[in-house]
């Protein structure tokens, strides 16, 4: 019987160093996998930095999208990809619906030097207000006239970014629902419907909340190529599409502004 008994448990023993030796194995052979890839795929030698621009209010999925995005590019490139937020202060910032706080890494004033600006949107009332804080505006707009930097809008963050006059004379896109008081607010802008996204090279504008994602995809899939995108987009379980039919609000909705225009 006792013969028995640790004959049952020097099995069990083996089968479990067997298991661990092949899950060992498996994570190896994954690791090398995914080394491979990375060295085959284009690998540019300059760390693009991103740089998150919120806000109180903030409408949430704008801007976790695209930072999901990059975190999985920082992964997968070896520390390529940097991301960090920024705010007017490093107060407390709210997201829509008072959802989580955050505290930005830094303030404007402080932030680090960057690649890429990502302006994220919120309701029309919120965007309505910071369309009227010179501060904002001056701060984007010092940053647009850097000559190397590039800035992304998500959403009604199109509205920041154009309030700059930065768009003026070039192609860009926005959510559906306030695309007609975009382009009334910013006729010499050329607005582009039906599609995730517009690259105007400098500037990059997304149309709604979640094409943040598409936008943030194509920027990778420039930098690090398209196998490391499409690895991304595989991992989010997200199919990645740069034009695509607006839907049609039921029975003509459709944003309409209350109060004067932005005379622009």
Not at 205 to 222: E, N, P, Y
Not at 238 to 250: L, Q, R, S, V
Not at 254 to 264: A, F, G, I, L, W
Request: hydrophobic fraction near 40%.
């Amino acid at each position: 019987m006792q013969h028995t008994t640790l004959i049952i448990l020097y099995s069990i023993i083996f089968i479990v160093n067997l298991i661990t030796l092949n899950g060992f194995t498996q994570e190896m052979n994954h690791n090398a996998l995914m080394d491979s890839i990375t060295r085959s795929t284009k690998n540019e030698t300059e760390t693009q930095k991103i740089a998150v621009l919120i806000y109180q209010d903030v409408v949430l999925q704008d801007f976790a999208g695209p930072i999901e995005v990059f975190s999985k590019a920082k992964k997968l490139t070896k520390g390529k990809y940097e991301i960090f937020t920024i705010a007017l202060d490093t107060s407390i910032i709210r997201t829509e619906n008072n959802t989580i706080r955050l505290k930005p890494d830094y303030s404007i004033k402080d932030m680090p030097d960057a690649n890429y600006l990502i302006i994220p949107g919120a309701s029309m009332p919120v965007i309505n207000t910071l369309v009227q804080n010179n501060t904002f505006t001056n701060f984007i707009a010092d940053w647009n006239a850097k000559e190397k930097t590039k800035t992304v809008s998500i959403c009604t963050g199109s509205y920041l970014l154009a309030n700059t006059n930065a768009l003026d004379h070039k192609k860009a896109t926005t959510h559906y629902f306030v695309a007609d008081d975009f382009s009334k607010q910013y006729p010499k802008i050329k607005l582009i419907k039906d599609v995730r996204f517009v690259d105007e090279g400098k500037l990059i504008t997304s149309s709604g909340i979640t094409s943040g994602i598409d936008a943030a995809l194509h920027i990778v899939g420039k930098h690090s190529g398209e196998k490391i995108k499409q690895m991304i987009s595989r991992a989010l379980q997200y199919k990645f599409h740069e034009k695509e039919d607006w839907p049609i609000a039921p029975n003509g909705m459709k944003y309409r502004r209350k109060t004067k225009s932005m005379n622009h």
